[in-house]
């Protein structure tokens, strides 16, 4: 292979985990489309969350999958299953159902880009001459590009075409992906196996969870990553509603796309807060998001956007932060035969805290939410104590 061919190998896989990216977050500035059609705010918070019933025991399974079958075959069915996916939600105006199924099926196809997708261009990198950590960052990168350009674009056009009049609101955004997703899939045919078939798994690829510095400084951490971006675009634009008239839908898209964007832009930055003595950017990330969480509560207490698209742009710049340093800090801890089976751990892990708006809407009508988001600054809080105490322990050795 040519030298400079080598070192662009890695773009094709990176495009696939761009597509999957693009299908797991293009619902996300739908929410308020869904409402309008007469769903509830528990049913679409429920939908927007229904994808981790399949994307975490997706991320437990996919990494294993490929250590027996290779990276490629599984890489190829989680963009097929990204673009089946987007074909299922297009179904939705049939029924609520059709929806349903479409988000359970992008969780796997958002699974395999996290824990297969992300080694892959990883490896892919290495073997074009590029350092490891580059290839980490690319993969998280390209990851949250597509979860911010798949948000942005859908809402967009959306907005277009509520403005002409045009119906298939509910049904064009998921046609587009789709035809993105083919594309991927056809990208993929001349990229290179970096692992071929081998043993089935071991009952030891998840051993290094029980690690310390895994329980005591990754564990505590990511939950919020998702978490916190859950809050900004799921949370925010429902209690400033009141405030936006009809340009719901085109706050909920500068919303998601400013936490995205902010999250991606950040990510070259986390390297450099990064330490192998300490865990400076999982701590540097924690401070961001407890601070990003207390401007929420603020926003929901005026119901006014701008504090709003404030506490967005803080919690992306948080959630880039403590999705790369977290990756980084995995990196170091798990032997590379593991690394994908536990990369599928850390996202399940992630992912957890995506279920966050759907407690918080349940919660609402027990309690407002400014108290409901104060609680969770204390709890982020509670979490970064327990990271900067063992910041500096339990460092992990060669492996």
């Known amino acids: 292979m040519p030298r400079s061919a080598a070192r662009s190998i890695w773009w094709p896989a990176a495009v696939a985990v761009f597509a999957c990216g693009w299908g797991g977050n293009q619902f996300t500035p739908l929410l308020v489309v869904y409402r309008e059609a007469g769903l509830s705010i528990v ?38 299953l990204s673009l089946l996916a987007s074909v299922l939600i297009a179904l939705g105006p049939l029924g609520v159902g059709w929806v349903a199924a479409g988000r359970f099926v992008t969780g796997f196809g958002v699974a395999v880009a996290m824990a297969v997708g992300s080694t892959w261009v990883t490896e892919l990198s290495v073997l074009g001459g590029a350092p490891a950590p580059t290839g980490t960052r690319r993969g998280a990168l390209w990851l949250t590009l597509g979860f911010g350009l798949g948000a942005g674009v859908a809402g967009a056009f959306a907005q277009l075409l509520t403005w002409l009049d045009v119906p ?38 998840f051993a290094d969870a029980r690690r310390p510095r895994f329980l005591r400084v990754i564990a505590p951490m990511a939950p919020w990553i998702f978490g916190s971006a859950g809050v900004a675009y799921a949370i925010l634009p429902q209690v400033v509603g009141e405030k936006l008239g009809s340009h719901g839908l085109a706050f909920s898209t500068l919303i998601t796309v400013a936490t995205l964007g902010a999250g991606a832009l950040v ?26 969480l207390a401007v929420s509560a603020v926003a929901a207490a005026l119901r006014s956007p701008w504090p709003a698209l404030a506490a967005a742009l803080v919690l992306g710049a948080a959630y880039g932060i403590a999705l790369v340093g977290g990756l980084l800090e995995l990196q170091r801890l798990v032997r590379p035969e593991r690394l994908a089976a536990m990369t599928g751990a850390y996202y399940a892990l992630a992912y957890v805290g995506f279920l966050l708006p759907s407690v918080l809407a349940l919660l609402s009508g027990l309690a407002s939410y400014p108290f409901l988001l104060g609680c969770l600054v204390l709890l982020a809080l509670a979490g970064t104590a327990v990271i900067l105490r063992h910041s500096r322990r339990d460092l992990p050795t060669p492996v």
Do not use: C, N
């Open 168 to 205: 298939g609101v509910r049904v064009w955004p998921f046609v587009l992906h789709a035809v993105l997703a083919a594309g991927a899939l056809v990208s993929l045919v001349r990229v290179p196996e970096t692992r071929g078939a081998g043993p089935a798994a071991s009952s030891a690829r």
């Open 267 to 292: 990510q070259p930055f986390a390297r450099r807060l990064d330490r192998t003595t300490s865990a400076r950017a999982v701590l540097s990330g924690m401070v961001l998001m407890s601070a990003g």
């Open 43 to 80: 049913t679409v918070d429920a939908l927007l969350g229904a994808y981790v019933i399949g994307l975490v025991p997706g991320l437990l399974l996919a990494g294993s999958l490929s250590e027996r079958f290779g990276r490629k075959p599984v890489m190829v069915a989680g963009t097929a």
